[in-house]
Protein backbone atom coordinates (compact mmCIF):
# COMPACT_ATOMS: atom_id res chain seq x y z
CA UNK A 1 0.00 0.00 0.00
CA UNK A 2 1.35 3.56 -0.50
CA UNK A 3 1.21 6.41 0.96
CA UNK A 4 -2.62 7.99 1.20
CA UNK A 5 -3.03 11.71 1.09
CA UNK A 6 -6.61 11.60 2.37
CA UNK A 7 -6.66 14.18 5.82
CA UNK A 8 -10.57 13.16 7.32
CA UNK A 9 -12.45 16.45 8.59
CA UNK A 10 -13.76 16.93 11.75
CA UNK A 11 -14.04 13.62 14.54
CA UNK A 12 -14.14 11.18 11.21
CA UNK A 13 -11.75 8.13 10.68
CA UNK A 14 -10.28 6.59 7.72
CA UNK A 15 -10.51 2.83 8.35
CA UNK A 16 -8.77 0.01 6.02
CA UNK A 17 -10.94 -3.07 6.56
CA UNK A 18 -9.19 -6.27 7.34
CA UNK A 19 -9.93 -9.20 4.27
CA UNK A 20 -12.61 -10.54 4.12
CA UNK A 21 -12.94 -14.43 5.02
CA UNK A 22 -12.31 -16.88 2.04
CA UNK A 23 -13.13 -19.92 4.45
CA UNK A 24 -14.87 -21.05 7.00
CA UNK A 25 -13.59 -22.61 10.48
CA UNK A 26 -14.19 -26.12 8.32
CA UNK A 27 -12.41 -25.26 5.65
CA UNK A 28 -15.54 -24.00 3.08
CA UNK A 29 -14.48 -21.81 0.64
CA UNK A 30 -17.05 -19.18 0.69
CA UNK A 31 -17.27 -17.92 -2.89
CA UNK A 32 -17.35 -13.55 -3.59
CA UNK A 33 -21.01 -13.06 -3.17
CA UNK A 34 -21.51 -14.78 0.10
CA UNK A 35 -18.46 -13.33 1.81
CA UNK A 36 -19.10 -11.12 4.96
CA UNK A 37 -17.87 -7.68 5.23
CA UNK A 38 -15.10 -7.67 8.12
CA UNK A 39 -16.30 -5.40 11.28
CA UNK A 40 -12.45 -4.77 12.23
CA UNK A 41 -9.67 -2.54 10.68
CA UNK A 42 -7.22 -0.25 11.15
CA UNK A 43 -6.92 3.55 11.05
CA UNK A 44 -4.99 5.01 8.59
CA UNK A 45 -5.79 8.85 9.21
CA UNK A 46 -7.82 10.97 11.43
CA UNK A 47 -9.50 14.48 11.89
CA UNK A 48 -8.47 17.01 13.92
CA UNK A 49 -11.70 16.75 16.22
CA UNK A 50 -15.22 18.35 16.62
CA UNK A 51 -14.94 21.63 17.87
CA UNK A 52 -13.79 21.68 22.16
CA UNK A 53 -13.19 17.97 21.92
CA UNK A 54 -10.13 15.97 20.57
CA UNK A 55 -9.67 12.77 19.36
CA UNK A 56 -9.42 9.42 21.00
CA UNK A 57 -8.11 7.20 17.68
CA UNK A 58 -4.53 7.89 16.33
CA UNK A 59 -3.46 6.30 13.49
CA UNK A 60 -2.33 2.69 13.39
CA UNK A 61 -4.67 1.91 15.92
CA UNK A 62 -6.84 -1.77 15.42
CA UNK A 63 -11.03 -0.94 16.02
CA UNK A 64 -13.97 -2.68 15.89
CA UNK A 65 -16.92 -0.76 14.14
CA UNK A 66 -20.71 -1.59 13.43
CA UNK A 67 -21.68 -3.61 10.41
CA UNK A 68 -22.95 -0.81 8.23
CA UNK A 69 -20.86 2.41 9.53
CA UNK A 70 -18.88 4.59 7.78
CA UNK A 71 -18.85 5.45 3.92
CA UNK A 72 -17.28 3.05 1.38
CA UNK A 73 -14.24 4.11 -0.42
CA UNK A 74 -12.18 2.53 -3.27
CA UNK A 75 -8.60 5.23 -3.46
CA UNK A 76 -6.30 3.37 -6.18
CA UNK A 77 -7.33 0.02 -5.82
CA UNK A 78 -7.44 -0.04 -1.84
CA UNK A 79 -10.85 -0.11 -0.09
CA UNK A 80 -11.40 2.14 2.71
CA UNK A 81 -14.01 3.30 5.15
CA UNK A 82 -14.86 6.99 6.17
CA UNK A 83 -16.64 7.35 9.70
CA UNK A 84 -17.43 9.09 12.45
CA UNK A 85 -15.09 8.13 15.48
CA UNK A 86 -18.55 7.69 17.25
CA UNK A 87 -19.33 4.51 14.87
CA UNK A 88 -16.06 2.86 16.14
CA UNK A 89 -17.15 0.24 18.51
CA UNK A 90 -13.60 -1.01 20.59
CA UNK A 91 -9.99 -0.41 19.90
CA UNK A 92 -8.70 -3.90 19.61
Known sequence: MGEIKIKPLADRVLVQPDPAETKTA???????????????????????GKKDESMILKEGDRVLYGKYSGT??????EEYLIMRESDVIAII
Request: charge should be neutral; proline fraction near 7%.
Open 26 to 48: SGIIIPDTAKEKPQKGTIIAVGN
Open 72 to 77: ELKWEG
